[in-house]
């Protein structure tokens, strides 16, 4: 490309000034590992030993749950026994990763609990590539909430964050008013699966003059992790209670078990 002299056009100066920019953030900001700090070759990634000993979730895998199948059966579409004795609320969950110790943990509560708020970016982005068939044809991303007096203590919700930057990369919009969590929860860490799912038994709850905005929608929950599926399962049937046409999950993370 030439320019005259004293004439450059508008897009080469603006792409001049995205590379001071990132020259820039690269000096104060030197490229690391998110998980461990190590250094890294770009931004928002993980370094590769970090990245091996991530246990992402790919296919084959349950198409209702999401979960892994232990071995490849020869045929898509097919149930988990899980998903067949108790079929969840939902319609389809994908999530990016296992839920274990390791770099997957560390991303989770250093956004949640240690304000890296900067981590969303990064794992909305896995989060987008991985449900990109639930973020295909659907309406509306719904981060599950937090009860108030836990957002007025945590300052913000890690779901509503990572939702944001799925919006942002799918061009799927985002509500994060119309579903609103009524019950003040006890933390479900240590409960079995049937306590977990009356903890938040009628913990969520679409308002009358916000059915506008869910009724005959192809919506999508977003959630950091899904352990027992209790909160989803609980937020789901809140969203076709109001008329949602379909409810699917996309989590960053989700235990996995068997």
């Not at 000096?27 to 990634?45: G, I, M, N, Y």
């Not at 026994?81 to 770099?103: L, Q, S, T």
Request: glycine content about 6%; proline content about 7%.
């Amino acid at each position: 490309m030439t320019f005259r002299a004293g004439f450059w056009p508008s897009a080469a100066i603006a792409r001049l000034f995205r590379q001071l920019a990132a020259s820039a953030v690269d000096l104060v900001f030197p490229r690391s590992c998110l998980a461990c700090r190590k250094a890294t070759e770009a931004q928002d990634a993980l370094c590769p030993e970090c990245w091996r000993s991530v246990r992402f979730i790919e296919r084959p895998f349950c198409e209702r749950l999401g979960t892994p199948f232990p071995v490849d059966l020869g045929a898509e579409g097919l149930l988990s026994p899980e998903a067949i004795a108790n079929p969840p609320v939902y319609d389809r969950a994908r999530a990016v990763a296992h839920f274990e110790d390791g770099p997957v943990r560390r991303l989770v509560h250093r956004l949640k609990y240690g304000d890296r708020l900067e981590l969303a970016r990064a794992m909305g982005a896995w989060m987008t590539r991985a449900g990109d068939e639930l973020l295909t044809g659907a309406d509306v991303l719904i981060p599950v909430p937090l009860h108030r007096g836990r957002l007025a203590s945590r300052r913000f919700n890690q779901a509503a964050m990572l939702a944001r930057v799925i919006s942002e990369q799918s061009g799927v919009p985002v509500d994060a008013f119309s579903l609103t969590r009524i019950k003040p929860t006890p933390p479900q860490v240590g409960l079995t699966r049937s306590q977990r799912a009356a903890n938040v038994q009628g913990a969520f709850r679409v308002p009358p003059q916000a059915r506008l905005h869910i009724e005959g929608k192809a919506a999508v929950l977003i959630d950091d992790v899904m352990t027992s599926g209790a909160t989803i399962n609980a937020a789901s049937r809140a969203l076709l209670r109001a008329g949602a046409a379909r409810v699917d999950v996309l989590v960053f993370a989700r235990v996995v078990t068997g």
